[in-house]
Structure formats: C-alpha cells, structure tokens
C-alpha cells in the first residue's frame, strides 16, 4: 500500500485523535500496538524455527545425522544470501548497531524494508542450523515497527525514538516471557538514556508481548526452581565473574576480528562456500554448535551433560572419561563465537546475544565441575550455569542490569539475586576494563557515533555535519588581482574568503585581518594576486569528521570557523558557533 495513500487513509483517524485523545494517552495507545505486533512477529519466528528443526531432525535417519549436520547450516546460509541478493537488493544490516545508528544519526527512522527482512533471513538462517541467535532480528524487527507505526501515526521526533525502545523492549520480552528484562535492555542497550515518565510506555509494551506470548503458548525456553545459595560461596561467585569476563573480552575480540576479515573477502559465492564448509566442519566435530543451543543449555540445568558428545565422534567415550565431557564443552564454549563469526559473515543473519547466554552456560558448567571436582567447595552446578549465562552477557552486550533480570526471570532464580549480582556486576566492570565498547557499539564508535559512551558525545554525534556547513562565503580565484579581492571585499559580509581554482579545489583561504596592511597598497591593485596573499587552512574538516573532533581541532587551533572539503573540493565552512546553537537545540529537545 503506497505510503501517501496510507496517510490519506488515515487522515480522518488522526484527526479524531488530535481533537479527542491527548498526547500522553495516544502515546499509551500505540506503544501497546507496538507491543502486540512485536510479540506475534517474536511468537512467529521462535515457533516457526523450533517446527522446521523438529521436522528437519526427524527427516534424516540417525545414522545420517552427523551428516545432515554438516550439510544443513550451509543450505541455510545460501537461501539467506539469495533472498537477500534477489529481494533485498543485496543489502541486509545486521544486528543492534544499525538501529543505534538510526536514533543517533537518522532522527529514529528505521527502513521499512526491516519490517519483516530480519525475520525472513534469521528463520532461514538458525532454521537450518546456522550458529547465531534470534533475538537481534527480533529486537530489530520490533524497533521497525516502533518507528513506522510512529511515522504512520504522526507521533513526534521524541516519542517516534522511544516506540522504537518499545518495540526492541517488546521483542526481547516476547523471545523470553520476560518484561522487566525486555525494559532494561531497552534503556541500557537501545536508549542511551530516558526520563522517568518515559518508562512507562516501555513497561507497558513489554507487558503487552508478553501476555500475546503466554496466550500463544510460546514459553520461556529455561526453567529453575531454587531456594537458596550458601553465603560461603561468594568467592566462587567472584572468580566466576573474573571468568566470564575473560570469556566476553574473549568473544568481543574474536567477534570483531572475524567482521574485518569477511570484510577483506571478495565474492558472495566464496563467502557461502567457504564460510558454509567451515561451519559445517565445526559442528560436525562439535554438534552443540548447531542452531541456538538452548537445547543444550536446557540439558545442563536438567543435570545431563553428559548429551553434550551425542552424534559427535566423541559419543563412544561419553561413559569413560569426565575430561572428555569437559574437553568438548571447553571446544564449544570457545567455538560458538567462531561459529556465529561465521554464519553471518558467509551471509546468513543471527546475533550474539544467544550465543552468550550459551557460552556462559557452558563456562558456568565447567568452572563448577572443576571445583567440584578438586574436592575444595562444593559448588551447585544448576547455580553456577545460570550465573555464568548471566555474567557473560552483561560482558558481551554491556547490560548487567538486562542480564541479571533476564536470567533471574527466564530460569525462576530470584532467589540467587545476590549471587547474580555479584557475577554480573564483577564481569561487567572487567569486561569494561578491557573492552570500553560493547558488541553493538563497539563499531559504530570507530564512525563517530556515541550513544552510550556521555552525554556531550552522544548528543554531538546526533548532529548532521553536513547541515552545518555555511555556503554563502564568496570564494576567490587565486590568478584574480588584489584589485578585484578589494572589490569583493566591499560587497561581502564575511572576513573568510575561500581560494578556489578553476577545478573546484580548495588552495587556501585569505583573512581579511591578515591583508588589512595590503589593502591600502594600490599601487600593486594589478601586480599582486590572491596567490601571493593566501594561507594554508590551519585545518581541513571532511564530512565524514565527527562534530566532537572537529570541535576539539577549533579549541586547540583557536579558530573560529574551518573550511570543509571533500577529496580536496571546496564544499564550505563550518564555523564553531554553529555547531554549539546546534548542539544546544538538540540538548533542549532531548530534555522537553
């Protein structure tokens, strides 16, 4: 339905609303829309994807299943990399940075195109058995919907931003039957920060996914019910965090250094084979790698990891030996981010997030093993899975607050509140230590965009550097004489004039104060040229310069205006007053 059409459809609607619903209500109103559409779209990927593996499993006899492990993600992967080529033009944003890129950069406008592009590829991709998490594509598709239906409806700058932290919210309350924890990750991953009236729409549509999740049946995939923790095993709980803290500083590294070298790879054909072959080897060797894992996490709080070699070519030594059991979910543990790396950079699409809360698990249950196996404390097993899924998610994704009501949540482990507390808190700081940007962060930081990092960042980075380059300064040839620059001199109302050659390249600038003495030299108005009277720019800005470096250039310069310049052409200049009436708007606007 074509977009204008819709808004005439409309018309008579938002009318009405203007002139009998208030603003605040009307913002109630649709963030509980935001809030039912992101759970059916949560309900529909998470069964969907379950159905087709169930089906997917039973299809191949058992003796070919190791086989069709193999043989599974990379199918998977190619049909993402089509639907991707042939239906979305060849372009698909992965992941929580693009939609951070979208409140900072883009006023909060989230392509339409995300609407249902996230769901599509994820199902593709984790249905087959690709190594990476749904809750990224859902959170993404929830924060399409936000800031549509806010377009659609008319609702401010503002507000149209914070549907789209109701829609992340609603998602990952859907994914987990988990309201409180769909909230904080909103406001610590998606928001950079929110007034307290604010956080009301966000409960409220995180609520609203949660109610259409339960009433579907989709439940929360972990279940644990515990009583208590023993005080005597804090230390343990520390040096658990210092544990997952190593694991996330880990993932985040591997992470990154993946994305650059699929980046330097040419050739769609090759990343599918390539990456797909590479794939399918891991999981053939380690099966545990293959889709999301919950199953496996499942398996571990049920007290049978022992699963943990079944259809692997480990399983004929599942009774024998407990360090082969600790082997193999060392090798997973460390793998599932190769694992995930891989599936996305081969073309398939998936997150982090479920690939951390796996990881964790399976760091929780080998840390606990271990000391129980040393004879020094006994450690609960089921507790120290839980705390570890907790801890290296507050590393990953820097959201401890997220990850300790997420797991406390999920699993029915409010009693470890203390516990998990310590773990999530403790892995966060070091993580922090290590690595200052999350995974969703991390490279949006290396373009300048800052959403969590302050306050005066963040809201720099939101400004459009182009917007503020002033064009009306007269530029100047550098062959014209100081007659002519006199002339032009007494017409202009600016001190900076921009020397110009006939190829548009900038080759200085004059200063009406430091040719003031030149001026009154009339006897050379014909022998002297701009060329002989121009400076260097103490400093060229380029587009693509943060508002923050450019202003820090101005301070350490003691200029007041520079010119802008792309690939050495003139555009204009950029002047500092104008970057802080710009900032001070936007510092308004985000405290109305």
């Given at each position: 339905?074509?977009?204008?059409?819709l808004?005439?459809?409309?018309?008579p609607?938002?009318?009405w609303?203007?002139?009998?619903?208030?603003?605040?209500?009307?913002?109630?109103?649709?963030?509980?829309?935001?809030?039912?559409?992101?759970?059916?779209?949560?309900?529909?990927?998470?069964?969907?994807?379950?159905?087709v593996?169930?089906?997917?499993?039973?299809?191949?006899?058992?003796?070919?299943?190791?086989?069709?492990?193999?043989?599974?993600?990379?199918?998977?992967?190619a049909?993402?990399?089509?639907?991707?080529?042939?239906?979305?033009?060849?372009?698909?944003?992965?992941?929580?940075?693009?939609?951070?890129?979208?409140?900072?950069?883009?006023?909060?406008?989230?392509?339409?195109?995300?609407?249902?592009?996230?769901?599509?590829?994820?199902?593709?991709?984790?249905?087959?058995?690709?190594?990476?998490?749904?809750?990224?594509?859902?959170?993404?598709?929830?924060?399409?919907?936000?800031?549509?239906?806010?377009?659609?409806?008319?609702?401010?700058?503002?507000?149209?931003?914070?549907?789209?932290?109701?829609?992340?919210?609603?998602?990952?309350?859907?994914?987990?039957?988990?309201?409180?924890?769909?909230?904080?990750?909103?406001?610590?991953?998606?928001?950079?920060?929110?007034?307290?009236?604010?956080?009301?729409?966000?409960?409220?549509?995180?609520?609203?996914?949660?109610?259409?999740?339960?009433?579907?049946?989709?439940?929360?995939?972990?279940?644990?019910i515990?009583?208590?923790?023993?005080?005597?095993?804090?230390?343990?709980?520390?040096?658990?965090?210092?544990?997952?803290?190593?694991?996330?500083?880990?993932?985040?590294?591997?992470?990154?250094?993946?994305?650059?070298?699929?980046?330097?790879?040419?050739?769609?054909?090759r990343?599918?084979?390539?990456g797909?072959?590479?794939?399918?080897i891991?999981?053939?060797?380690?099966?545990?790698?293959?889709?999301?894992?919950?199953?496996?996490?499942?398996?571990?709080?049920?007290?049978?990891?022992?699963?943990?070699?079944?259809?692997?070519?480990?399983?004929?030594?599942?009774?024998?030996?407990?360090?082969?059991?600790?082997?193999?979910?060392?090798?997973?543990?460390?793998?599932?981010?190769?694992?995930?790396?891989v599936?996305?950079?081969?073309?398939?699409?998936?997150?982090?997030?479920?690939?951390?809360?796996?990881?964790?698990?399976?760091?929780?249950?080998?840390?606990?093993?271990?000391?129980?196996?040393?004879?020094?404390?006994?450690?609960?097993?089921?507790?120290?899975?839980?705390?570890?899924?907790?801890?290296?998610?507050?590393?990953?994704?820097?959201?401890?607050?997220?990850?300790?009501?997420?797991?406390?949540?999920?699993?029915?482990?409010?009693?470890?509140?203390?516990?998990?507390?310590?773990?999530?808190?403790?892995?966060?700081?070091?993580?922090?230590y290590?690595?200052?940007?999350?995974?969703?962060?991390?490279?949006?930081v290396?373009?300048?965009?800052?959403?969590?990092?302050?306050?005066?960042?963040?809201?720099?980075?939101?400004?459009?550097?182009?917007?503020?380059?002033?064009?009306?300064?007269?530029?100047?040839?550098?062959?014209?004489?100081?007659?002519?620059?006199v002339?032009?001199?007494?017409?202009?109302?600016?001190?900076?004039?921009?020397?110009?050659?006939?190829?548009?390249?900038?080759?200085?600038?004059?200063?009406?104060?430091?040719?003031?003495?030149?001026?009154?030299?009339?006897?050379?108005y014909?022998?002297?040229?701009?060329?002989?009277?121009?400076?260097?720019?103490?400093?060229?800005?380029?587009p693509?310069?943060?508002?923050?470096?450019?202003?820090?250039?101005?301070?350490?310069?003691?200029?007041?205006?520079?010119?802008?310049?792309?690939?050495g052409?003139?555009?204009?200049?950029?002047?500092?007053?104008?970057?802080?009436?710009?900032?001070?708007?936007?510092?308004?606007?985000?405290?109305?």
């Amino acid at each position: 339905m074509p977009k204008n059409y819709l808004h005439r459809l409309l018309r008579p609607l938002l009318m009405w609303r203007l002139r009998h619903i208030n603003d605040r209500v009307y913002l109630l109103l649709v963030s509980v829309l935001v809030g039912a559409l992101a759970g059916l779209a949560a309900v529909a990927i998470k069964t969907s994807v379950h159905e087709v593996q169930t089906l997917l499993y039973a299809w191949v006899p058992e003796q070919d299943r190791v086989f069709a492990l193999f043989l599974y993600p990379i199918i998977g992967i190619a049909l993402t990399v089509i639907f991707t080529r042939y239906f979305l033009g060849g372009t698909l944003s992965r992941g929580i940075g693009p939609i951070i890129y979208n409140i900072a950069r883009q006023s909060s406008v989230v392509p339409r195109s995300k609407l249902y592009s996230q769901l599509v590829t994820s199902f593709l991709t984790v249905a087959f058995g690709g190594s990476a998490g749904l809750e990224a594509p859902i959170s993404v598709t929830g924060s399409a919907l936000g800031s549509n239906l806010g377009r659609i409806l008319r609702v401010g700058q503002r507000e149209r931003r914070l549907l789209v932290g109701c829609g992340a919210a609603a998602g990952v309350a859907a994914i987990f039957n988990s309201p409180i924890a769909g909230v904080l990750f909103a406001v610590e991953v998606i928001l950079s920060e929110l007034s307290a009236p604010f956080f009301i729409p966000l409960l409220i549509s995180s609520a609203t996914a949660t109610v259409v999740s339960k009433a579907l049946y989709a439940g929360q995939p972990f279940v644990l019910i515990t009583n208590s923790w023993p005080v005597e095993g804090i230390p343990f709980y520390l040096l658990l965090g210092l544990f997952t803290a190593l694991l996330s500083v880990y993932m985040i590294r591997v992470y990154f250094w993946s994305d650059r070298v699929f980046e330097r790879w040419h050739g769609t054909f090759r990343k599918v084979v390539l990456g797909g072959f590479g794939l399918g080897i891991m999981v053939f060797l380690f099966p545990p790698l293959y889709g999301e894992g919950y199953n496996i996490v499942q398996l571990l709080l049920s007290g049978q990891p022992e699963h943990l070699v079944d259809n692997s070519i480990f399983s004929v030594y599942r009774d024998e030996n407990v360090w082969t059991l600790l082997l193999v979910a060392a090798a997973s543990m460390l793998l599932k981010v190769f694992a995930t790396c891989v599936t996305v950079g081969a073309g398939g699409n998936g997150g982090m997030f479920g690939s951390s809360l796996f990881a964790g698990a399976l760091m929780g249950f080998i840390a606990a093993r271990l000391i129980n196996l040393s004879g020094v404390y006994p450690i609960s097993e089921v507790h120290f899975i839980v705390l570890g899924m907790a801890g290296t998610l507050a590393g990953v994704i820097h959201a401890p607050l997220t990850a300790i009501f997420l797991i406390a949540e999920i699993t029915g482990g409010y009693a470890l509140f203390v516990p998990l507390m310590v773990v999530s808190s403790s892995s966060y700081l070091i993580t922090k230590y290590f690595e200052p940007y999350s995974v969703y962060t991390r490279k949006l930081v290396t373009r300048g965009v800052y959403m969590h990092a302050d306050r005066d960042r963040g809201l720099l980075s939101q400004l459009d550097p182009l917007s503020l380059v002033q064009t009306d300064y007269v530029p100047v040839h550098p062959d014209s004489t100081l007659g002519e620059l006199v002339t032009i001199f007494r017409h202009a109302h600016r001190n900076l004039f921009p020397v110009v050659d006939d190829m548009g390249q900038l080759a200085g600038i004059v200063s009406l104060d430091t040719v003031r003495d030149a001026l009154f030299d009339d006897e050379h108005y014909n022998t002297t040229r701009v060329r002989d009277l121009m400076m260097p720019p103490p400093a060229i800005v380029n587009p693509d310069d943060t508002m923050l470096d450019t202003l820090r250039c101005m301070e350490q310069l003691n200029v007041y205006a520079l010119p802008v310049a792309s690939n050495g052409r003139y555009i204009g200049f950029i002047r500092k007053s104008a970057i802080l009436s710009s900032y001070r708007r936007q510092l308004l606007k985000e405290t109305e």
